[in-house]
């Protein structure tokens, strides 16, 4: 591919995202105001003069339009303003503080996903419409099937108060700790991947150049792996976007389950408290993330796919 | 996606099924139009055995989940205080158990599969009607029109979208319309792109172009070749969203965003299961086993309509 038509497509790209942006950042603000109560109702009632002053502070007292402006005016400079709810904290301190651990899970879980997702859609598409296959893909479809929020109690339950091999939650960045939240963020994510490749690897293998190598006396591993495996990998490659997504949602319950301080839970905290900075804050980053992610996914399915060139689209 | 060459070679498995259907049966039949479409998809799908036996998995829960609460010696939120948290008995009549204040497992496990049942066939209406007027709408006008409400589905396509579902229950209250109409209103994306784009391709095709040659006029063509060709792909867009959105809500419900009690739904009863599973695993075992087998089959029943219905867009 050529190093001008990446630079212009990528620019194209980039520019599309500020519609995105602003699409998302206005949403999620005027959906978090028609909230009914605010942040600063709680049992007991505030004195009008202090109510006053806190609306004054946070600019609650401002028409709403203005706020908005307000609040557009603070992004551009990455500044999410401080927590309602968590006091002494900026939200952007909160992210510091939750996403690395988020990442770390999901980063991992992905990692796992793919090892794993991408062999055995192979091990299967080779041993198409054996026993093999068939059960293969059963237990992948079961790992579709089964919610998140399923299989972590259950494998709690099995594995760390039956058997207490592995503690049941909690975090301090040890590996006994992350193995259970890891896993189960993967499980559907490995099941995805492993359709999704026996279906392209199904159909790569019938074509015309994989006869041709085949043809040549090329020994089959061989086959696989310098002709079969790239092109095989592409609906896996374009779906590494929306599983990100898929795993940024799951870690929502995953964190909630496996007590993991996390972003996901300061999130669903943030949500039930009303506090309108951390949830816009987290949406925001979030949205960035998936967008970002999507666009870099892209760009990688260009590269390994030569039948893309984007200089020559018309 | 793929080039023409990698299209004709598709599954061997769809040559062979084809070469199998009774064409030459079909044929001798009297209404041979009539026919093609529906009873040949309707063979491939009985061939399918997991779809059918999920289908009639599926059947059997339905007939649980709606006769078994009447049937039931006990009410969903009766309190049975002589055995609270007892284990599976057959002798009191609690078959699954009952849960830390003495509910019925069973009962509760049925009734909260109505639920998720019925959110998961209402959401799923929901954003079927909006994607697909929205979808045959751009498809049809196409132009500036298609381009502009295109990329308004692609800007919301790219929102964390599961994020917005729990800010709509949070803002909106944990109603049960609202679970609906939430859930619907964040899943119509794809149905809309998926009609959009089989609007656009029916209108040029050969078939259509040859019935505009008979002179068939423009309402029979939709009738008989547009709508057709469209009910396949968003009957099994259908069957595939709705275990998403029984998935979605169960996820709000476990998180304490969903249904709330009385009421109650599989998530809701795994979330409840999963706080006591160390003393009673039985309450988390019995409504996870629900929602996972109904998750199973409605996606064994998409995967085999969508190989019945649509053999040219397998992977």
Known sequence: MNQEGILRHSATRLLGLIPTLLVLITIAFFLIRMAPGGPFDSEKVLPPEIRANLDAKYHLDEPLMQQYFRYLGQIITLDFGPSFQYKDWTVNELIARGFPVSLTVGGLAMLLAFLVGTSIGITAALRQNTAMDYSIMGVAMLGISIPNFVVAPLLILVLAVYQGWLPAGGWDWSIQRMILPVVTLALPVIAYIARLTRGSMIEVLHSNYIRTARAKGLPGHLVIRRHALKPALLPVISFMGPATAGLITGSVVIERIYSIPGLGSYFVQGALNRDYTLVMGVVIFYGVIIILLNFIVDLLYAWMNPKIRYDEVQ | ?315
């Not at chain 2, 049937?71 to 009952?98: K, Q, R, V």
């Not at chain 2, 070749?225 to 595939?240: A, E, F, Q, S």
């Not at chain 2, 249904?259 to 988390?284: C, F, I, R, Y």
């Open chain 2, 1 to 315: 996606m793929n080039s023409p060459a990698d299209m004709q070679i598709a599954d061997p498995q769809v040559a062979k099924t084809e070469l199998e259907d009774p064409f030459a049966a079909a044929m001798a039949g009297q209404d041979v139009r009539g026919r093609s479409l529906w009873v040949d998809a309707w063979h491939r799908l009985l061939k399918n055995k997991a779809a059918v036996i999920s289908g009639i998995i599926m059947f059997i829960m339905l007939l649980l989940v709606i006769v078994g609460p009447l049937l039931s010696p006990w009410e969903g939120d009766f309190t049975d205080w002589d055995n609270t948290a007892s284990p599976p008995n057959f002798e009191t009549g609690h078959w699954f158990g009952t849960d830390a204040v003495g509910r019925d497992i069973l009962v509760r496990t049925l009734e909260g599969g109505r639920i998720s049942l019925l959110v998961g066939l209402v959401a799923t209406l929901v954003s079927l009607a909006i994607g697909v007027t929205y979808g045959a709408v751009a498809g049809y006008y196409g132009g500036f029109t298609d381009r502009i409400m295109m990329r308004m589905v692609d800007i919301i396509y790219a929102l964390p979208f599961m994020f917005f579902v729990i800010l709509l229950m949070v803002v909106f209250g944990r109603h049960i319309v609202l679970i609906f109409v939430a859930i619907g209103a964040v899943n119509w994306l794809d149905m809309a792109r998926i009609v959009r784009g089989q609007t656009l391709g029916l209108k040029n095709t050969e078939f259509v172009e040859a019935a505009v040659a008979c002179g068939v006029d423009h309402k029979a063509i939709i009738r008989r070749h547009i709508i057709p060709n469209l009910l396949g792909v968003v009957m099994v867009y259908v069957t595939l969203t709705i275990p998403q959105v029984i998935l979605v809500e169960s996820f709000l419900s476990f998180l304490g965003l969903g249904v709330q009690e009385p009421m109650s739904s599989w998530g809701a009863l795994v979330n409840d299961g999963a706080q006591d599973m160390e003393s009673a695993p039985w309450t988390l075992v019995f409504p996870a086993t629900f929602l996972t087998v109904t998750l199973y089959c409605f996606n064994y029943i998409g995967d085999g309509m969508r190989d019945a219905l649509d053999p040219k867009d397998r992977a």
